[in-house]
């Protein structure tokens, strides 16, 4: 039984090269918002088919209705053309970076209500993580896990905090790629690092 | 390789394309005539004919119209064009739709230059050719559009500087990015923004000090009648009225909140956010600008299908090695700079600027499809289809379901109501229901009021301080027109007058029953519905 555990452990240790990894990663989930305001069991996986196929239709029928139902309309304006465009949109939200560092702007001056999931040094974190060269191990596990979850998001439709938390886990790693290059950093450039860190993760308590 | 002549069959077939995309019933007005195309149209028409704008200024260097000053060059440009047609909605377009035309041409050539690819220019020139984004602002009179033909076609010759090193090349790009620059606001950030970072970016750059300072000197005598109202509100107060940290534009209660060390968090983490949504695939290939005024239903500046193309272009641009790299991701960079620094998310008209960049990216990515299409032939078909369909289903869009979803945000109904109000008796009093006062540059272009009645009551008003006086507005009342907030339930009753009403503002039954009140037209909407009524008093 421990062999087991054993060679588990070493798999996992294996999978993330070194412990260093392993503790950013703990880390960027320990300092990410995301995860402070989370609900659990908040999740949808109601896909609503028959509900927008029916709205679909509606919209439709009104665009038809104005256009005179001529031949381009009924080739340009279809229900199924009205629906998977309409999940497209949502699918495309969540490819948008902005709205994981930056939540309340710009989509809150249209009225979308958001809150913050990531620090905007994270982003730089993201950014820097893109230049670690462990990356490549990963980057097919990514692709594919991304892959699944926006065909989910196609499906069900995740907009909303709770249910889009799955985007997260990309995010996190390649977070966690960043931080670790910091943290290989001269003993100086950490430190100013980590005091604006700690400076925008004070500056966000004291709004918030 | 493909032949000389089967390349210039190509570019001429894909502008030729273009054009029909821009110029196709390009005077129709079926979803409306905006007011800043009538109020370009307007000027044009007023110097040509006067020789002054609407408020009576000789030749000047700023137009103003609302509470907005505006470049000049599309203006001047449009005189020629109006020359020949007149005063026409076509005119007043015209020079846009033409520089989207000419703007494939140079889209062709700066990607050669760029990456000495044929292939990819042709692409390049076709993603521009088919783009939303660019046969929208084409198919109005957008200054921009013109604005963006002008510094492409300054890149272009600075990147003919760049690898021939001929001073004739420096000096002719430097004239076209001027230019840019008098056509509109954007470029007057990005243009000198670009300029000195590509200077500075040119390798042992001191050496070239001569070169950069007959360069600066050009450039400040060619700007200098602008340069000399820089301290004016002419000059700064549409920056100052949109900018990002301008009270007016920030979310209500969003500055109060702040205290001094937290607004210095706040601000720049705005204006990253505002900056990284013009990258953001939602905005470019999804959801597109926030006003409606500025889509096209159904479609974002960029078509779907672009979207891995976009993606497979940012890969292959990371992974290529080309002369002109850092040029290039220059102006990716810095274009959407003035119109993130604006409070607005996602201006996709602040920022055409980014249109060629993006266009190009694109191309690159098309590019590599098509390499990978030539091992599967039948695939080439699939393409072709998905791109007929979307480009067909986008010209529904604009064409027909764009005047019956955006018809408000495009001022219908005005050259109806001008129509109507031409063939009514002289001695009537005309009274348009307008909280904004904007619609009067409608009554203008039109001919409804004439030019010299206005121009004297509107040069009254600036007083000789046609510059500096970005807060006095234009007058309400212009001989026997008013355009003002109605008192219904008190004017009802005057003598001689008509009313005319949004059919928002005034419902039938404050009038219908009334026998003082006479219903001479209901104007309505592409989709049938009331837009507005003018309504005469009975004496």
């Known amino acids: 039984m421990f062999q087991n555990m054993n060679s588990k452990k070493n798999v996992l240790k294996e999978f993330f090269q070194n412990q260093s990894l392993i503790s950013c990663l703990f880390l960027t989930i320990i300092i990410t918002p995301w995860f402070w305001f989370l609900r659990p069991g908040k999740i949808f996986f109601n896909p609503e088919f028959k509900k927008d196929i029916q709205e679909a239709r509606l919209t439709v029928i009104w665009e038809r209705g104005e256009t005179s139902n001529t031949f381009p309309t009924t080739l340009f304006s279809n229900w199924p053309v009205v629906f998977i465009r309409r999940r497209l949109v949502i699918v495309m939200e969540n490819l948008d970076i902005g709205n994981y560092f930056f939540a309340g702007h710009p989509r809150a001056r249209v009225g979308v209500e958001e809150k913050q999931k990531f620090f905007f040094f994270q982003f730089l974190l993201l950014l820097i993580g893109f230049t670690n060269p462990k990356i490549k191990k990963y980057a097919k596990y990514l692709l ?4 699944v979850v926006l065909l989910a998001d196609f ?7 709770n249910e889009t938390f799955l985007f997260s886990v990309p995010l996190l790693l390649v977070i966690s790629l960043g931080m670790e290059k910091i943290f290989q950093l001269p003993k100086k450039w950490r430190f100013i690092f980590s005091s604006l860190a700690g400076l925008e993760i004070v500056a966000f308590l004291t709004i918030f | 390789m493909i032949s000389k002549k089967l390349k210039f069959l190509m570019i001429l077939l894909i502008i030729f394309l273009g054009a029909c995309l821009r110029f196709y019933k390009l005077g129709e007005t079926r979803q409306g005539f905006f007011r800043d195309e009538a109020a370009l149209g307007f000027n044009s028409w007023s110097v040509l004919k006067t020789g002054a704008d609407e408020y009576g200024q000789k030749l000047p260097v700023f137009f103003r119209s609302f509470e907005v000053f505006f470049m000049p060059a599309y203006v001047y440009l449009s005189t020629p064009i109006f020359s020949i047609f007149g005063p026409t909605e076509l005119s007043t377009r015209f020079l846009s739709a033409l520089s989207g035309t000419i703007l494939i041409l140079i889209g062709y050539f700066v990607t050669k230059e760029l990456f000495k690819s044929e292939k990819i220019g042709l692409l390049t020139a076709l993603v521009i050719s088919l783009s939303p984004w660019s046969i929208f602002y084409s198919r109005g009179a957008f200054e921009g559009n013109l604005s963006l033909l002008f510094f492409s076609l300054g890149f272009y010759l600075w990147l003919k500087f760049k690898n021939t090193q001929k001073n004739g090349f420096f000096y002719a790009s430097l004239i076209f990015f001027v230019f840019s620059m008098y056509s509109y606001q954007a470029p007057r950030l990005i243009v000198p923004f ?4 590509s200077v500075l970016l040119t390798r042992k750059w001191l050496g070239k000090f001569k070169l950069w300072f007959l360069g600066g000197l050009l450039v400040s005598l060619l700007y200098f009648p602008v340069l000399i109202y820089s301290t004016s509100p002419a000059s700064y107060h549409r920056a100052y009225g949109v900018s990002l940290f301008s009270a007016r534009t920030s979310l209500p209660g969003y500055n109060q909140k702040l205290g001094r060390w937290q607004y210095l968090y706040l601000v720049p983490r705005e204006f990253f956010s505002l900056y990284l949504h013009y990258f953001s695939p939602s905005n470019l290939f999804g959801q597109s600008d926030y006003n409606a005024q500025r ?8 078509y779907l299908w672009q979207l891995p193309l976009f993606f497979l272009g940012i890969q292959k641009l990371l992974k290529i090695k080309f002369k002109n790299r850092q040029a290039f991701l220059l102006w990716l960079l810095i274009s959407p700079l003035s119109a993130a620094l604006t409070g607005d998310p996602f201006h996709t008209y602040r920022a055409i600027l980014f249109l060629m960049p993006v266009s190009i990216v694109i191309g690159l990515g098309f590019g590599e499809i098509v390499e990978y299409f030539k091992k599967f032939k039948s695939l ?6 998905i791109i007929s369909y979307s480009v067909s289903s986008f010209v529904f869009n604009l064409l027909v379901m764009m005047p019956i979803v955006n018809w408000r945000d495009w001022d219908y109904g005005y050259k109806e109501i001008c129509q109507a109000v031409k063939v009514l008796p ?3 009093r005309i009274v348009v229901d307008d909280p904004n006062t904007e619609s009067y540059i409608h009554f ?6 004439p030019i010299k009645e206005y121009q004297k009551t509107a040069s009254a008003i600036v007083d000789g301080e046609y510059y500096s006086s970005g807060n006095k507005l234009r007058p309400e009342r212009i001989g026997r027109f008013e355009f003002r907030k109605v008192d219904w339930p008190k004017e009802r009753g005057d003598k001689n007058t008509v009313f005319i009403f949004p059919a928002t503002r005034l419902y039938p039954s404050e009038f219908a029953s009334d026998p003082k009140l006479q219903l001479i037209k209901t104007i309505y ?3 049938a519905d009331p837009a507005f009524y003018i309504i005469k008093t009975i004496n």
């Open chain 1, 144 to 147: 594919g896990y991304l892959a």
């Open chain 1, 155 to 161: 499906i069900f439709k995740w907009r909303g905090f």
């Open chain 2, 194 to 197: 670009f300029l000195i970072a």
């Open chain 2, 295 to 302: 889509t096209v239903p159904n479609y974002s500046v960029f």
């Open chain 2, 380 to 385: 080439f078909l699939l393409l072709i289809l």
């Open chain 2, 426 to 428: 002289e001695n009537l």
């Open chain 2, 444 to 449: 203008l272009f039109y001919g409804v009021v």
């Open chain 2, 525 to 527: 909407t592409p989709g």
